[in-house]
Nanobody
Framework: VQLQASGGGLVQAGGSLRLSCAASGRGIGNYDMGWFRQAPGKEREFVSISWSGGNTYYSDSVKGRFTISRDTAKNTVYLQMNSLKPEDTAVYYC????????????????WGQGTQVTVSS
């Protein structure tokens, strides 16, 4: 599975962005799809996961503000980010996992390149 993330940019605090992760090579229907982020000087951080069975999960830092969704017809996963804060500034990565996928990076089999999100105060 090849993953291509897009949709990042510069936004003011309180604004919104929608990230997209387009998959190719395989359909995402049977994959767990996640989003991670990495801020400068910090470790990669779990953001959200959409399990193939339909459930979703969010980190406490984004719960209530971010929404993950998938469109299997377009083979794309989205991350809608609302009420953005300066601390959301990071490079955002999408990833796909085959089985037993959770919030740890090593549980994912495929990664896309990152897309930069910058939130100004």
């Amino acid at each position: 599975v090849q993953l291509q993330a897009s949709g990042g940019g510069l936004v003011q605090a309180g604004g919104s962005l929608r990230l997209s992760c387009a998959a190719s090579g395989r359909g995402i229907g049977n994959y767990d799809m996640g989003w991670f982020r990495q801020a400068p000087g910090k470790e990669r951080e779990f953001v959200s996961i959409s399990w193939s069975g339909g459930n979703t999960y969010y980190s406490d830092s984004v719960k209530g503000r971010f929404t993950i969704s998938r469109d299997t017809a377009k083979n794309t996963v989205y991350l809608q980010m609302n009420s953005l804060k300066p601390e959301d500034t990071a490079v955002y990565y999408c990833a796909a996992g085959r089985t037993y996928t959770g919030i740890l990076g090593y549980e994912y089999n495929y990664w896309g390149q990152g897309t930069q999100v910058t939130v100004s105060s």
